[in-house]
Nanobody, 126 residues
Framework: QVQLVESGGGLVQAGGSLRLSCAAS????????MGWFRQAPGKERDFVAA????????YFRDSVKGRFTISRDNAKNTVFLQMNNLKPEDTGVYYC???????????????????WGQGTQVTVSS
């Protein structure tokens, strides 16, 4: 089992930036595709971005393309989500997740991810 701890959330004005980090421990981080999801109050948990185990492939929901980037440092067991030009609709709790299977392709489905962090709140004011 892997343990995931997110950090970097906060309150920011529209147009601002935040960088989220997710530190992993407990198993070989570099073998697993990692994802970021978010959940707004009263809504389902939505896919935001994912990065393959190698870091060579990245995936984004349409609404964040060109504004968010995802990266990973396998030597430090950490995945990052750089969020620029934030909008009020980006508000929510952001969760880091690890894919269930090793060496998997990217996925946007929460059910494909078996380990989750506690989440970090991101609030974007207008």
């Amino acid at each position: 089992q892997v343990q995931l701890v997110e950090s970097g959330g906060g309150l920011v004005q529209a147009g601002g930036s935040l960088r989220l980090s997710c530190a992993a421990s407990g198993r070989t981080f570099s073998r697993y595709t990692m994802g970021w999801f978010r959940q707004a109050p009263g809504k389902e948990r939505d896919f935001v971005a994912a990065i393959s185990w190698s870091g060579r492939s990245t995936y984004f929901r349409d609404s964040v393309k060109g504004r968010f980037t995802i990266s990973r440092d396998n030597a430090k067991n950490t995945v990052f989500l750089q969020m620029n030009n934030l909008k009020p609709e980006d508000t929510g709790v952001y969760y880091c997740a690890s894919h269930r299977n090793t060496y998997s392709r990217g996925s946007s489905s929460p059910s494909d991810f078996g380990s989750w962090g506690q989440g970090t709140q991101v609030t974007v004011s207008s």
